[in-house]
């Protein structure tokens, strides 16, 4: 371990992503401080779907999402919504979800999603051993279900590119699957028995125990603040300023704030085609039934975990901005889909609950060092994939900071990626 830095590196977002990041980097020996505009956990991480989803980082612009989507779009109750008044701000990046749907394209970005999701269980493991904190992961995995042979039928690019990356999985009748979750319609027709798709006990509660584990260390601060600038001096960033009139002197500074990040990013006149993907769910405290697996139902794009004490059930991307205010109709269609599958699911007390994914046109996430700013860092656009990418993404950022060889090759996460699309 080397020795505590004289100036802390910044660590801008306590999400998923900010805390794990600024654990490793106290496990290093750096001195972080760790900067939130509210508290730690309570952006999406609060009420993402618990999943380390380690067989979900399919590119969104492959051709089965293509075919599917002119009847998502079209049902009011589909599970993708682009608001109207949002379309003209979206088509930059729409432009660049095209071009990522290109064939050769599309298999470079699996295969880079891929590069993480192999590694994604056993790094979340291995960081939760280290906090202390490995009750905070499920032993079983996910069904991923089919009303039909038709969809699944569907899905088979998905399956194929499983076998192809060497990820377990475990194709299932559909009477096989109620025999593992008793809970489960018996009309189902088939489903995939995902092992390695744990869940975790709750993932606020997880954000919050890394946020005080990395405090605990004696290396990390914690600040409430609104990052509103920077100061530069001989090319590179030496400062932060909060809206608070405050000035942090830094080391080196790593921009992590989820769907925020993009402000923070043209603050530093480089921007980056992040997007808000908004998420909603329901948490069901009452559910009236037990669930040993968390459930994936692709031809409704929805999930069901159980997770912070009760059930939850999550999904849909609406594209509507960071602004507009929730349209809670989105999680009753949600948990209307999970009760087909669970028919005994009671809902009498239930929250419901919308955040902001951050998203990139390409899925990947932006793993890199800034290309205009030294001791700049990004880790963000995780999309549905924070909570599952975490202790890999800490590790690598981590890596870069430190100049050592990284954990994976960076180069497919770069922010060069976006340059000749501007």
Not at 39 to 57: C, D, H, L, Q, R
Not at 298 to 304: C, L, Q, T
Not at 386 to 415: E, F, K, N, Q
Request: proline residues 8%; aromatic residues 6%; contains cysteine.
């Amino acid at each position: 371990m080397s020795a505590v830095k004289t100036l802390p590196v910044a660590v801008i977002g306590a999400g998923i992503i900010g805390t794990a990041i600024a654990c490793e980097l106290t496990r290093r020996g750096h001195a972080v401080v760790l900067v939130e505009r509210e508290e730690p956990g309570k952006g999406a991480s609060f009420g993402n779907m618990a999943s380390i989803a380690v067989t979900e980082f399919l590119p969104g612009s492959r051709p089965a999402i293509w075919a599917q989507m002119p009847g998502w779009l079209l049902d009011p109750e589909g599970p993708v919504r682009l608001d109207p008044a949002y379309l003209p701000r979206m088509i930059p990046w729409a432009w660049r979800f095209l071009l990522a749907s290109l064939p050769g394209r599309v298999r470079a970005l699996a295969d880079a999603g891929a590069v993480l999701a192999r590694r994604a269980l056993g790094d979340m493991q291995q960081m939760l051993a280290r906090a202390g904190l490995d009750d905070h992961l499920s032993s079983t995995g996910c069904l991923c279900l089919y009303a039909s042979d038709d969809e699944y039928r569907r899905d088979a690019d998905h399956i194929a590119l499983l076998q192809d990356q060497g990820l377990p999985f475990q194709p299932l009748r559909g009477p096989e699957a109620v025999e593992l979750e008793p809970a489960l319609s018996p009309t189902l027709a088939r489903a995939v028995l995902l092992p390695d798709n744990r869940s975790v006990r709750d993932p606020y509660r997880l954000v919050v125990a890394l946020a005080e584990q990395a405090q605990a260390s004696g290396r990390c601060t914690m600040i409430t603040g609104r990052v509103v600038g920077f100061d530069h001096q001989e090319g590179g960033v030496n400062a932060i300023r909060l809206a608070d009139g405050r000035s942090l002197a830094v080391s080196a500074t790593v921009l992590c704030a989820g769907a925020h990040t993009g402000e923070l990013a043209r603050l530093l006149s480089e921007p980056i085609p992040l997007e808000t993907e908004r998420g909603y769910h329901t948490q069901i405290m009452a559910p009236d039934i037990a669930l040993h697996h968390s459930l994936i139902w692709p031809a409704h794009a929805f999930m069901v975990t159980p997770t912070a004490g009760g059930i939850r059930v999550g999904g849909t991307v609406e594209m509507a901005g960071l602004d507009k205010p929730p349209d809670y109709r989105r999680a009753k269609v949600l948990v209307r889909h999970a009760q087909r599958a669970l028919p005994r699911l009671a809902c009498a007390e239930a929250s419901e609950w919308m955040g902001h994914r951050p998203a990139f046109p390409d899925t990947i996430p932006l793993l890199s060092r800034s290309a205009k700013h030294q001791g700049v860092f990004y880790a963000t656009g995780h999309g549905h994939l924070g909570l599952t990418c975490s202790a890999t993404s800490a590790l690598l950022m981590a890596d870069l900071i430190d100049g050592r060889p990284p954990v994976v090759d960076p180069a497919p996460y770069s922010i060069t990626r976006f340059r000749s699309l501007f």
